[in-house]
Each structure stands twice: as C-alpha cells, then as structure tokens.
C-alpha cells in the first residue's frame, strides 16, 4: 500500500500557519480543521518561524539566497577537499616509485 503524496502552495503553507494563532496556539486543532498532518503543520509552523517558509511574515529572501549561497560553497569545497585528497595519494605515488 502507497501513500499519496500531496504537495501544498506556499499561500496555502502560510494560510495555515496564520489560523494557529487564531485557534490560539492549538496546532493538533489547525490541522484537523485543514485535514493536514499535525506534523506537517508544526514543520510548516517551523520553518516560518526561521524566516523560511514564503508568504509569512517571519520570511527573508535575504536569508534564503545566503543558505542557498552556502549549499552550493559547502559542496563545491566537498569536490576540492576530494581533488585534493586525490592528488595527494598520486604524488605519494610517484614519489615512490621514482
């Protein structure tokens, strides 16, 4: 047995993080009336209280172009720390048989 994955608009997300404060804080209640997961709800609830989630008004842009920003660094100094590594263990090679 599947499950089917539903997929949900960034005004929907923030339609549904702003009815909690109106059912007072009360996630479990938001999210039956919205037929959502409570835990989707309090992720939702979550990433917009860290400026993530758009439509919110906690959201940055700012701050999610740096975390892409940083995404992208940290793997591009993954593939240079290998490059590096890689050339290391070739001229300990050739080093040695030299």
Do not use: C
């Amino acid at each position: 047995m599947t499950k089917k994955v539903r997929t949900y608009s960034d005004e929907f997300k923030a339609e549904a993080v702003k009815k909690i404060a109106d059912n007072n804080g009360n996630i479990s209640a938001t999210a039956k009336q919205l037929g959502i997961a409570m835990q989707t709800l309090s992720n939702w609830q979550n990433k917009a209280n860290q400026g993530k989630l758009v439509g919110t008004e906690q959201y940055d842009p700012d701050l999610m172009s740096a975390l892409q920003e940083i995404k992208q660094l940290k793997r591009q100094l993954k593939v240079a720390e290998e490059e590096r590594e890689i050339l290391k263990k070739a001229t300990a090679y050739f080093a040695k048989h030299s």
